[in-house]
């Protein structure tokens, strides 16, 4: 009965859980060109619940990974996903190790 108890509460305060449309949107450019991002390292920040568009183009055949959040989009892509998870994620080339840009959801 206890545990029915705790379940109904968590549940009701809504678990630490965040509306993924009550956000903005986080808009990020990455040109990379010999192996490097144009401009250097980004730093991006966003919210917790923000959508965040990253769209990569260059001349690479490497793919991005966005850690943390454990998702890839080749050189000339682009993906859009939601900032749940709060922290600082790298983004980088997955082959070369090639850092691009630095995340920080808060």
Do not use: N, W
């Not at 793919?63 to 682009?78: A, K, N, Q, S």
Request: net charge negative; aromatic share 4%.
């Amino acid at each position: 009965m206890l545990v029915l108890i705790v379940m109904v509460l968590v549940s009701a305060c809504g678990g630490g859980s965040v509306d993924p449309g009550g956000g903005s949107t986080v808009a990020v450019s990455i040109e990379i060109v010999d192996g490097a991002p144009t401009g250097g390292v980004q730093d991006i920040s966003s919210g917790r619940g923000d959508s965040i568009v990253v769209s990569i183009s260059g001349e690479s055949t490497d793919r991005v990974h966005i850690h943390g959040y454990d998702l890839f989009v080749d050189v000339v892509g682009e993906i859009t996903f939601d900032a749940l998870i709060p922290g600082v994620f790298e983004l980088e080339l997955e082959d070369s190790g090639r850092l691009l840009a630095k995340l920080t959801v808060s």
